[in-house]
């Protein structure tokens, strides 16, 4: 019935195209057929055959989240990629806002590729879509191939892979992309703080002695009170700002923004129960109520804290240890301008950095695949130095002048920096970092600025503790957001009204006792039974 | 008997035949388009199933509309959608038939070329600016309009967190953005009455008031009903976009809608076919309000839909 | 006759008075994004609502012009939406006018049918069956015929037609003319004002297309316009987003963003002023008697 549909519908398109008689139709409609085409015959045919090389290229179909700008279709990256990893690469990309539309489409459509990414709203790639599918038959357990492959052994660490096994049936349905290890602190207004002679802070004390400073002195001299001394940003709804951007706060209170942490007493609670939960909502109060936070941290929509630091309009923003020369594309004084430090101590003295495994997203093999170790193959070898640095830095002579893998100095005409950006990006990787690094560091076209780079985080480093926390694979809190979302959103409306001051302290108490801790108690028990599962 | 009723419709098809053939592609393309793929509503009723598909999944009844019902801010976001879109309705809506009207009233026809051409401008920037301007505008701290405020002595407002302020901001917005967008079509009815109408008014001395209310308007009178009884339908729409941008933590008990609301359980929070529940739910109800507002416009002699 | 006049002029005032306000106030956002444009960011940093910049910098444009993949959207956006409004237009002529016709049978069953896809639709998997067993998968066909024809466009065309007096149409049919020649050459030359209306929705319509490219292609070379501006525009990511964000540096730029605004938009607001004679017929002759 429905080919009959169907043919009538193309006659009737035809005579359609007949009576609008428009020339420009046919000739858009044989352009994308042709291409179809052309994409399974061999391409690049003056890149010199190798003689040596025996094997025919395999065939991979990969499909990836990849940002809008880059050009798939004769990319030198890839071609030179195909060359050295002897494969045939087939690329399908959706832009990165809409991947997961077409992931699911993908996923139901019975007809999957040989390697798909997966984001994951975690950042682990382990996500209730990865669960759904392995779930449903889709996805190949890899458990006992993986061991086979050196560079996904070394570069892939064991907290990685415990990370992104399924919770349904503890098996592998994944395999994570690595990503640089990211040390969250914050970023501030140097001038400002040599203007107010203070040092950068290191202590809650401390951090309010600057931010009374930032607020009152006026530290851009613009003869007017309108600086404010630090700011959040929320990326997305139903991910309250607070527990977003402020890693470097929540420190202080010995209070991680993530699950898996051990509370001051040695025991793992929820963070709402936890001894620091209280005192750092009333220091957000505090600073809200003497005008030292701008009054719009609570809303302010993912990069707008950034912008108000790059207007001068607050001194203070979350930040890691790329993000100073990261700015420079948005403030080219950054780098003279800011300075990255670690968090703040805590009433121990303790300045803990809260590490997470470092991944963004994974790959997934479909069940029963054919070429399931040739991908793997491939992905070993994208877990290597080499692949990395071609991924991520592209082609000598074509997006670099030179790069020296040892210091990490990269030079670049103009011309080669706008080639880059259409030709290959950290989306187009198929692992993100090397032992925890990017093959580059960002903006870092100097060796002033690498200098600085390394000079930051060796000092922030220094400070803080590193605190490694496991993978929280306690299914029940890491889906409050599905199974409870109205008591969620009350919490977080509750949170904000007591930072406001719309309700007391008691009130708010009130309800985390009446509603909040019931409501949660469940995913609680599992969490608390978990993490002591975990051993020490 | 049979024979001649057959014979009959076979007559009456004849007579009308070219009528029945122009109609037979449009039907065919909704046929093949709209009702081929609508299967897929039955996803709201089932627990999807990857591998199995649609038609194979296991049926969960009402399983998913149990849960939507039974979430405790349900009602105050159906209150939300409604309400907002009320608010848009009685106010947003007659504004582009004024623009309209007034166009049509000016002289100078290059004066009206350019001021045409002006309002329909902003539709074309998406709300992601528009949202990013108005934030910028409206900050307690550094917005131009607090400044202006504190230097009339007012203390400053914090609009966009402020619950008593972002239902008018919803609408002011969606007018500023939309409404000389929404104009064209009016402006494509006034120009399609009979311009004799006009001359034998003028004759009678009519001024152009007069003429406005008793020629103009009745005359457009049509395309005002069906564009709301159309808009009526789309009652639990309120825009994603504009919703999105301007919504924030803090004024969420009243910016939540059910837009949001599918965008926060569905795809925030990883439960799958409950964007389809919540589709399935709001489409019945601007359904049912479709059906009611088209049945009073026909009680009350006017063209409705059908 | 003097009073008459007078009160025309009052109303003249405060007419034009309102709609320059209001012209003033439509003007704001596209001039906003069209100045940034041209501003250099710390211009901006240093006063997010001033419009005059100090300096004129057009490097975002020269920057966005050396993006293969924008031209190569822009040629997959002139072609959808070319194609898309005469297939549009075509098929909702044809199909409006019989059901403007209130005798014809079976022509209520037909409205609700073509009602009831306002309301239901299937969701995104069994579109995109649909698309593959049409064989237009990958082909730009994909992004102009789920489009093609519109229950809310078509329901205000066949309101539109509906109102031309049936007078019109009487005589034609005395004189032997059968309804192909009394549509295209009676009810089409009067139904030019809102002819002239969905073109302009239609045609704004395919060049606004993102979706469906993501969905029924798999190739880059098949994007759109709007889909490649979007994707650079919105900032929709999580924290994992700003850290990767920070490898493609310089590219999600604020004033690079605005450029390609108003690279991606120009062409098609300048529609509209083409279109406008049509929206004037009635008010020329008006007003010349007048």
């Known amino acids: 019935m429905v080919t ?138 890899l458990d006992d191939k993986i061991a086979n492959y050196p560079n996904l052994m070394k570069n892939i660490t064991p907290d990685m892979w415990n990370a992104v096994k399924s919770v349904n049936d503890g098996k592998t349905y994944i395999i994570p992309r690595t990503n640089a290890v990211n040390h969250w602190g914050y970023m501030i207004n140097q001038q400002w703080l040599d203007k107010v002679s203070l040092q950068a802070p290191t202590t809650l004390d401390e951090l309010t002695n600057v931010c009374e400073a930032f607020t009152e002195q006026d530290p851009d001299g613009n003869g007017q009170k309108d600086t404010y001394c630090l700011s959040f940003s929320g990326p997305d709804l139903g991910r309250n700002t ?196 990017g093959a580059s560091i960002v903006n870092a076209t100097t060796t002033e600025r690498i200098e600085l780079y390394k000079s930051q985080l060796d000092a922030a480093l220094g400070q803080m503790t590193i605190v490694n926390v496991p993978a929280v694979r306690a299914p029940k809190i ?34 985390l006792e009446k509603e909040w801790y019931p409501g949660t108690a469940d995913a609680e028990a599992e969490y608390v039974t978990f993490m002591n599962s975990l051993g020490n | 008997m049979f024979a001649t009723s057959s014979k009959k419709t076979f007559r009456y098809l004849n007579k009308k035949k070219f009528l029945y053939l122009l109609l037979l592609p449009g039907i065919i393309y909704f046929l093949v388009f709209n009702y081929v793929p609508m299967y897929g509503v039955i996803i709201a009723f089932k627990d999807f199933n990857f591998a199995k598909g649609i038609w194979n999944s296991a049926w969960i009844g009402f399983e998913n509309f149990r849960y939507m019902f039974g979430l405790s801010d349900f009602y105050t976001v159906f209150w939300n959608s409604l309400y907002l879109s009320f608010l848009k309705l009685v106010i947003g809506f007659p504004f582009p038939i004024i623009l309209a009207l007034f166009l049509n009233e000016m002289r100078n026809r290059t004066y009206q070329k350019i001021t045409q051409t002006i309002i329909y401008l902003p539709h074309f920037i998406s709300w992601v600016v528009i949202g990013g301007i108005l934030v910028n505008f409206l900050s307690p701290s550094w917005g131009v309009l607090n400044l202006f405020l504190k230097s009339l002595g007012i203390e400053s407002i914090f609009f966009l967190a402020d619950n008593d302020y972002f239902r008018p901001l919803v609408v002011l917005s969606s007018i500023w953005k939309d409404s000389g967008w929404e104009s064209i079509i009016y402006l494509a009815a006034i120009a399609s009455i009979n311009s004799e109408l006009y001359e034998a008014a003028s004759i009678d001395g009519a001024s152009r008031l007069q003429r406005l209310w008793s020629i103009t308007i009745p005359s457009i009178k049509s395309t005002i009903i069906i564009l709301l009884i159309l808009r009526l339908g789309h009652i639990m729409n309120n825009g994603f976009e504009q919703i999105f941008v301007l919504q924030n933590p803090m004024n969420l008990g009243v910016s939540e809608v059910f837009e949001t609301y599918a965008y926060r359980v569905g795809i925030l929070g990883g439960r799958f076919s409950f964007g389809a529940t919540v589709g399935l739910f709001t489409s019945v109800i601007g359904l049912i309000f479709l059906l009611v507002s088209n049945r009073i416009a026909k009680l009350m002699k006017e063209d409705g839909i059908w | 006759m003097n009073i008459r006049s007078s009160g ?200 606004n297309t993102f979706f469906n490219a993501i969905i029924y292609t798999s190739k880059r070379d098949l994007w759109p316009l709007m889909l490649i501006v979007r994707d650079m525009v919105v900032d929709s990511g999580g924290v994992a987003k700003d850290v990767m964000d920070a490898g493609t540096s310089g590219v999600t730029e604020f004033t690079i963003k605005m450029a390609i605004i108003i690279f991606s938009t120009l062409p098609i607001i300048l529609v509209y002023p083409f279109m406008q004679k049509y929206f004037m017929k009635g008010i020329l002759v008006g007003s010349i008697k007048g």
């Open chain 1, 478 to 511: 890491a889906s409050l957001n599905s199974t409870i979302p109205d008591l969620m959103k009350k919490k977080d409306d509750n949170e904000i009204k007591f930072i406001t001051g719309t309700i007391t302290e008691q009130q708010f108490k009130a309800f």
């Open chain 1, 242 to 437: 607070i527990w977003n951007a402020s890693n470097f706060l929540t420190a202080a209170f010995g209070l991680p923004v993530v699950d898996g942490v051990k509370d001051a007493d040695g025991t793992y609670k929820i963070r709402e129960k936890m001894s620091g939960y209280i005192p750092y909502l009333t220091y957000l109060k505090k600073l809200n109520d003497e005008k030292l936070i701008d009054p719009e941290f609570l809303i302010n929509k993912i990069y707008v804290d950034q912008e108000k630091l790059n207007q001068n309009r607050v001194g203070i923003i979350y930040a890691h240890q790329s993000t100073v020369l990261g700015n420079i594309s948005k403030d080219p004084e950054s780098d003279k301008k800011y300075t990255y430090h670690g968090v703040l101590k805590d009433a121990n003295g303790v300045a803990a950095d809260w590490v997470t495994p470092a991944m963004w997203g994974g790959w997934m093999i479909p069940k029963d695949s054919k070429n399931v170790d040739d991908v793997l193959a491939f992905l070993d070898w994208g877990n290597t130095a080499e692949a990395n640095a071609l991924f991520q830095l592209g082609v000598k002579g074509v997006t670099f002048d030179s790069y020296d893998p040892a210091t990490k100095a990269i030079s670049r005409t103009d011309e080669q920096t706008t080639k880059l950006s259409t030709l290959t990006s950290s989306y187009m990787t198929p692992a993100n970092a090397i032992n925890g690094e």
């Open chain 3, 8 to 207: 025309d002029k009052l109303f003249d005032i405060i007419n034009y008075a309102c709609l320059t306000l209001f012209a003033i106030a439509c003007l704001f956002p596209f001039f906003y994004v069209a100045a940034f444009s041209v501003t250099p960011y710390n211009e901006y940093l240093a006063n997010p609502l001033k419009l005059i910049p100090n300096k004129l910098e057009f490097s975002a444009y020269t920057q966005i012009f050396k993006m293969d993949q924008l031209w190569i959207g822009y040629r997959n956006t002139i072609i959808i939406t070319v194609l898309g409004v005469c297939i549009n237009i075509f098929l909702m002529i044809i199909t409006a006018y019989p059901l403007s016709k209130r005798d014809l049978k079976g022509r209520g069953f037909a409205l609700v049918l073509i009602t009831f896809t306002m309301f239901f639709n299937g969701g995104l998997i069994p579109n995109f069956y649909l698309i593959k067993s049409l064989d237009l998968y990958n082909t730009l066909w994909s992004l102009v015929l789920p489009n093609a024809l519109g229950a809310y466009n078509l329901l205000l065309m066949k309101n539109f037609i509906g109102n031309i007096p049936p007078s019109l149409e009487e005589s034609a049919s005395i004189d032997g003319a059968n309804e192909l020649r009394i549509l295209f050459r009676i009810i089409v030359p009067l139904s030019k004002p809102a002819i002239a209306t969905f073109v302009i929705f239609h045609a704004v319509t395919q060049w």
């Open chain 1, 4 to 141: 009959k549909k169907h043919r009538t519908a193309k006659t009737l398109i035809s005579l359609l195209i007949l009576a609008t008689a428009l020339a420009a139709c046919s000739s858009g409609n044989k352009e994308s057929n042709t291409s179809e085409g052309s994409t399974n015959a061999p391409q690049s045919t003056n890149k010199g055959t190798d003689a040596a090389e025996v094997k025919k290229p395999v065939t991979i179909k990969m499909f990836n989240r990849v940002n809008a700008e880059i050009v798939l279709k004769d990319n030198p990256v890839i071609a030179e990629v195909e060359k050295i990893a002897n494969v045939k690469l087939e690329i399908e990309a959706p832009p990165i806002n809409n991947y997961v539309d077409k992931l699911q489409v993908l996923m139901a459509s019975g007809d999957l590729p040989d390697v798909i990414y997966n984001w994951g709203t975690a950042g682990n790639g382990a996500d209730a879509n990865m669960e759904k599918w392995a779930q449903n038959g889709l996805l190949e357990p």
